[in-house]
């Protein structure tokens, strides 16, 4: 069965500091992946996503992420961190083919932006 | 865009309590799907839909049923509720075209 898997539950960084928030995948075919994020009180919002394209993508409020099938990783980044950039990001996997759009998702990681 | 719809933000129900939670799309999507979501689990898939009356189990089904009478309406149903079924609950469709979620605004139910 096919697994995400978010290290660091918790990330915290200083604003205009450096944002990674680290994903890795299961699946011996590449799959669909994508970052979604969580604002406090909110739903999930689409971030970015990759489907086989480009292996760089780039996504809403200058966060991208590479797609590294070498290393089965998906891992987000930001150059400089906003205060607004604080929220719950999740990194999820589509295996594609007759799974029917289901996605598994990783845990969760909580960004938190200091002053 | 898509809009998906969850009838209720917040609810609280009592144990034993049979729950109806209610989810409807405006486009035609046929992939619908419930999710739960806990700190530090993330979201586990209950059930999906594929189409009217097709349905099938995901990872965490047990103590959950479904309904899929008609193509925008899916709805998750709590047969007797448990203080351990006290989550969030997150309704989503998919796009065929790149798989992407839209998600909806979630429903928060506690059981007492």
């Known amino acids: 069965a096919q697994s995400v898997t978010q290290l660091g539950s918790h990330v915290s960084v200083s604003e205009g500091a450096l944002v990674l928030l680290r994903c890795n995948y299961s699946s011996s075919v590449p799959p669909y992946l994508f970052w979604y994020v969580q604002y406090p009180n909110q739903g999930l919002q689409l971030l970015l996503k990759y489907t086989s394209a480009a292996t760089l993508v780039k996504g809403i409020n200058g966060f991208e992420a590479e797609f590294k099938k070498s290393e089965t990783s998906f891992h987000l980044t930001k150059p400089s961190a906003h205060m607004s950039d604080a929220a719950e990001y999740f990194c999820a996997a589509n295996a594609g083919g007759t799974s029917y759009g289901k996605l598994t998702f990783g845990q969760g990681t909580i960004l938190t932006v200091h002053p | 865009d898509v809009k998906v719809t969850q009838s209720s933000r917040y609810l609280v129900k009592r144990t034993g309590e049979k729950v109806f939670l209610e989810c409807v799309q405006d486009?035609?999507?046929?992939?619908m799907f419930w999710y739960r979501q806990d700190p530090g689990l993330g979201l586990r898939l209950i059930y999906f839909?594929?189409?009217?009356?097709?349905?099938e189990k995901g990872d965490i089904p047990e103590g959950y049923s479904v309904s899929r009478e008609k193509k925008e309406r899916f709805s998750l149903i709590l047969e007797s509720a448990s203080t351990n079924q006290t989550s969030m609950y997150l309704c989503?469709?998919?796009?065929?075209?790149?798989?992407?979620?839209?998600f909806g605004s979630g429903t928060r139910l506690t059981v007492v």
């Open positions: 486009m035609d999507h046929e992939n």
């Open positions: 839909s594929y189409d009217v009356k097709m349905k």
């Open positions: 989503a469709i998919v796009d065929r075209a790149d798989y992407g979620y839209t």
